[in-house]
Each structure stands twice: as C-alpha cells, then as structure tokens.
T-cell receptor, first 111, second 119 residues
C-alpha cells in the first residue's frame, strides 16, 4: 500500500504567504520526516517528528502529526521565492530506518 | 568534502555497457541506502546496508548489484540495463540502531544524485 501521500500535488502562492502541505499514511510509524528537493537535486532533510510527538518547529517550519488520523502537515510561514521546491513526506515504519516516500507537493512561490 | 557525495553526476550508457555509481559519506553514519527516482513516481528504496551488511534488497533486478566495502562507501554496479532504468539514483546515509533493525534511526542525508540515461 502507498504510504506518505501528499496533497496538494501542486501549490502556487505569493511571497509572504503561508504554505500548507498535508501527508497521509496507512500503517503505524516510528517517525515521519519531511524533505525538500530542488529541481533534480538531492533531498534535504527538514524535520523529523516521532510518533509520540504532536508538533515540532524549526525556524519558519511547523510540522504536526496526528497518529489517530494517520496524517501530518507541514506549514511554511512567510514563504520566500527560495522555498520553491518539491516537498516530500516520508514514513519510517519498519527496520533500519527504511523510508517510504510519497509523490510530493510541488511548491512555487512567486516573488 | 562534507556530507554525502556521489559520482558521476551524469551518466549515459548503452544497454550493453557496465558502469558503476559511487557514493561516499563523510558523516560517520552506519547505514547507507540506494534510492531510484523516476519521473512521476515516488522515490523507491532499492537497497539498505547496515554496518556494511545488506539488510534489504527491495525486489531489485539483478542487473543492479550493490557493494558496500566499508561504512563510508557504497557502490551500485550496473550491467545490461534497460531504457526504463533511466532515472535519478540517490544515495543516502543515516545513523542509528547500532547495526540492529530497531529504531531509532535518524534522518537521512542524501547525496546530489546521479542522473542516469540508458540508450
């Protein structure tokens, strides 16, 4: 079954606005992670939230996790053009830190 | 060099060629991963190594052959590939588990990837 399904698939906003991306998954997890990927490059880790945590902040990023609904959200506040990228959630639900990624959300921030 | 490096960054090969992708991590991590990223598809986990031992082979065709000679280096040997194998191949590393399967494992650090084109 597909884990880590993000929505929306694409999001277009103006600089200064907030961007919210959602992720749903199907089975229990050890943790959930969010990554960013600039066009055709490697992924950059943003935040890891453990299954016993509900909310985490890092700079302009806020991640929530609702294990009862098997969902997570990533909020980017006061977006910048440099935030333009693809954002992926990934679930660690097995052994050896193996991650299952979703399709991602393509975020475009217009200056 | 810092982080995770991958070479080459771009590779074009024919279906009868043999080539290798190299990954090196400078983070002292004990687990390394190969992923495949194709257009319109989520990242697919291919192989997992923990303390240089392969612990996952995710139903990957035998034309892909991984090798982990030590905890800092990971190779992906390629032979008789198909055009549908064209993709971005990403290497990642993480720390955790002390070689055991159980959590916690930390976040993964990715290399820049090798863009592979099979002609």
């Amino acid at each position: 079954s597909q884990q880590g399904e993000e929505d929306p698939q694409a999001l277009s906003i103006q600089e200064g606005e907030n961007a919210t991306m959602n992720c749903s998954y199907k089975t229990s997890i050890n943790n959930l992670q969010w990554y960013r990927q600039n066009s055709g490059r490697g992924l950059v880790h943003l935040i890891l939230i453990r299954s016993n945590e509900r909310e985490k902040h890092s700079g302009r990023l806020r991640v929530t996790l609702d294990t009862s609904k098997k969902s997570s959200s990533l909020l980017i506040t006061a977006s910048r053009a440099a935030d333009t990228a693809s954002y992926f959630c990934a679930t660690d639900r097995g052994s050896y830190g193996k991650l299952t990624f979703g399709q991602g959300t393509i975020l475009t921030v217009h200056p | 060099e810092t982080g995770v490096t991958q070479t080459p960054r771009h590779l074009v090969m024919g279906m009868t060629n043999k080539k290798s992708l190299k990954c090196e991590q400078h983070l002292g991590h004990n687990a390394m991963y190969w992923y495949k990223q194709s257009a319109k598809k989520p990242l697919e986990l291919m192989f997992v190594y923990s303390l240089e031992e392969r612990v996952e082979n995710n139903s990957v065709p035998s034309r892909f052959s991984p090798e982990c000679p030590n905890s800092s280096h990971l190779f992906l040997h390629l032979h008789t590939l198909q055009p549908e194998d064209s993709a971005l191949y990403l290497c990642a590393s993480s720390q955790g588990g002390r070689g055991m399967p159980g959590p916690p494992y930390g976040e993964q650090y990715f290399g820049p990837g090798t863009r592979l084109t099979v002609t």
